[in-house]
């Protein structure tokens, strides 16, 4: 999919920054790149000149990585509560704490298979339990997702479930290799998996979800080409692409 800016925003963006073409570094985990930052960062890098470069990273080290990479990110996009940390810790330029969306948990089966009503708790867990395997990001890892996924399922309604967690990465790629029935992941991370198909977010009730936020990083060297680039990301035609992939922008 290309996305391509409105001329005024091509004009805001072209005027000031196009003479100084640069690189720029964007560090996040996959509740930001697995949605529609690859495309995003094309259009930008053709509209301007300049060449962003995505720096993927897990989430229990990312932290660790913005405080000590060289070179180091410029901007930064992390769920609400590592970056109200990183806030804390003086890790981010003042005023550049922009709201981007929010992640939400969702069941995936395989592409064609039935797709079960899971409208509410109750119909959910029947549903899952319906399921000899259902796949999950392995909680022992320490991931943010895995250790929510877990405590979901480990209230009461879901007494019976038969969550596996993955040996090899996410839970929604070991579907996508045809372990398990189900799975439950973001679900920006199971939209882009063609082998994979989206039932639905789980019930708003469960509190599955992430909000994610982009700030400049307080190392970069260049904050005010990085705060430009966040309004690239979050301008209008931004938060359509955010939201056909699977994120709900704020």
Same mark, same amino acid.
């Given at each position: 999919m290309r996305l391509f800016a409105s001329a005024a925003l091509a004009a805001l963006l072209l005027t000031p920054i196009a003479a100084q073409a640069a690189d720029l570094r964007i560090i996040s985990p996959g509740i930001v790149y697995n949605a529609a930052l690859y495309e995003l960062v094309a259009d930008?890098? @053709?509209? $301007?000149g300049n060449n962003a470069i995505i720096v993927r990273a897990v989430m229990n080290k990312i932290v660790d990585e913005i405080k000590t990479a060289t070179p180091p990110a410029d901007v930064i996009g992390l769920p609400a509560d590592m970056m109200n940390t990183l806030v804390l810790d003086g890790g981010i330029v003042p005023g550049s704490y922009t709201l981007l969306g929010r992640g939400e948990l969702g069941l995936a089966v395989k592409k064609g298979a039935a797709k079960p009503d899971i409208s509410t708790v109750a119909k959910l867990a029947t549903a899952l339990r319906s399921a000899q395997a259902v796949m999950v990001n !392995?909680? @022992? *890892?320490? $991931?943010?997702?895995?250790?929510?996924?877990? !405590?979901i399922l480990k209230?009461? #309604?879901? %007494?019976?479930? @038969? &969550?596996?967690? %993955? %040996? @090899?990465? #996410?839970? *929604? &790629? *070991?579907? &996508?290799?045809?372990e398990g029935e189900m799975a439950i992941q973001l679900v920006q991370e199971i939209l882009n998996k063609p082998q994979i198909e989206l039932v639905a977010p789980l019930p708003v009730e469960l509190g599955g979800h992430m909000d994610a936020v982009l700030a400049v990083s307080s190392r970069s060297t260049q904050p005010k080409l990085a705060m430009d680039f966040i309004k690239f990301l979050t301008s209008p035609q931004g938060r359509a692409a955010w939201k056909a992939k699977g994120m709900r922008p704020f």
């Open positions: 930008y890098n @053709k509209q $301007t !392995d909680p @022992k *890892a320490g $991931t943010m997702q895995g250790v929510m996924i877990d !405590d209230r009461p #309604e879901f %007494s019976g479930v @038969k &969550a596996v967690p %993955s %040996s @090899k990465g #996410e839970g *929604a &790629a *070991a579907l &996508a290799r045809g």
